[in-house]
């Protein structure tokens, strides 16, 4: 078996990396993904940090999570405001104190982020307050405030953002599940 010239001349180069090289490329890509997220907190979510703060004190334990922005850049969209916060009252009660009570929150959070202004010239305000019932049970509901006009009221919406035009009543317990068709007599000639 013959080998040809230019075999011979260029032998294959394997590629080989010590195990001092990996460990530094595993420092670098770790100290890269830091500094993404450190850049990321602090150019994204750090301007909502003194509203975030100043919800927690007013309403201990709600856990709430504070962004904001357009919902697509190239279009002309509104800037919008969302806080979603946890409850102990249930958003969807009927119980008309919880109801004054939703109206008082929703009502505190708005002057809140009108004195803190996070987001200049934002337009819309959502709250979304929901109750955890059980482990993957959740009550929820959302509402959406029109920030530049002073004397505004609160519209609820859906999940997706949309106005609810038609409220949406809890199924009844007490109903029966089916009804019965009307019983005819038949008559035999």
Same mark, same amino acid.
């Given at each position: 078996?013959?080998?040809?010239?230019?075999?011979?001349?260029?032998? %294959?180069?394997?590629?080989?990396?010590?195990?001092?090289?990996?460990?530094?490329?595993?420092?670098?890509?770790?100290?890269? %993904?830091?500094?993404?997220?450190?850049?990321?907190?602090?150019?994204?979510?750090?301007?909502?940090?003194?509203?975030?703060? %100043?919800?927690?004190?007013?309403?201990?334990?709600?856990?709430? +999570?504070?962004?904001?922005?357009?919902?697509?850049?190239?279009?002309?969209? *509104?800037?919008?405001?969302?806080?979603?916060?946890?409850?102990?009252?249930?958003?969807?009660?009927?119980?008309?104190?919880?109801?004054?009570?939703?109206?008082?929150?929703?009502? +505190?959070? %708005?002057?809140?982020? =009108?004195?803190?202004?996070?987001?200049?010239?934002?337009?819309?305000?959502?709250?979304?307050?929901?109750?955890?019932?059980?482990?993957? @049970?959740? +009550?929820?509901?959302?509402?959406?405030? @029109?920030?530049?006009?002073?004397? @505004?009221?609160?519209?609820?919406?859906?999940? =997706?953002?949309?106005?609810?035009?038609?409220?949406?009543? *809890?199924?009844?317990?007490?109903?029966?599940?089916?009804?019965?068709?009307?019983?005819?007599?038949?008559?035999?000639?």
């Amino acid at each position: 078996m013959t080998t040809s010239p230019v075999a011979a001349a260029n032998p %294959a180069k394997s590629f080989f990396l010590s195990g001092r090289t990996i460990v530094a490329l595993m420092f670098l890509l770790g100290i890269l %993904a830091t500094s993404f997220l450190y850049a990321y907190w602090t150019l994204h979510l750090m301007p909502f940090m003194p509203l975030q703060e %100043a919800i927690v004190a007013e309403f201990p334990g709600s856990a709430p +999570r504070v962004d904001g922005g357009q919902k697509k850049m190239h279009k002309d969209t *509104p800037l919008i405001l969302r806080i979603a916060m946890k409850s102990e009252l249930d958003p969807l009660s009927e119980n008309a104190e919880d109801q004054q009570e939703m109206a008082r929150m929703r009502n +505190r959070i %708005a002057e809140l982020s =009108r004195s803190l202004d996070p987001l200049p010239g934002v337009e819309l305000l959502e709250l979304h307050i929901y109750k955890l019932v059980e482990e993957e @049970a959740i +009550r929820k509901r959302s509402w959406r405030l @029109a920030m530049q006009q002073q004397q @505004a009221e609160w519209s609820e919406i859906d999940e =997706r953002g949309r106005e609810l035009t038609v409220q949406k009543n *809890p199924p009844r317990t007490d109903a029966p599940a089916t009804q019965a068709a009307p019983e005819t007599e038949t008559v035999t000639p």
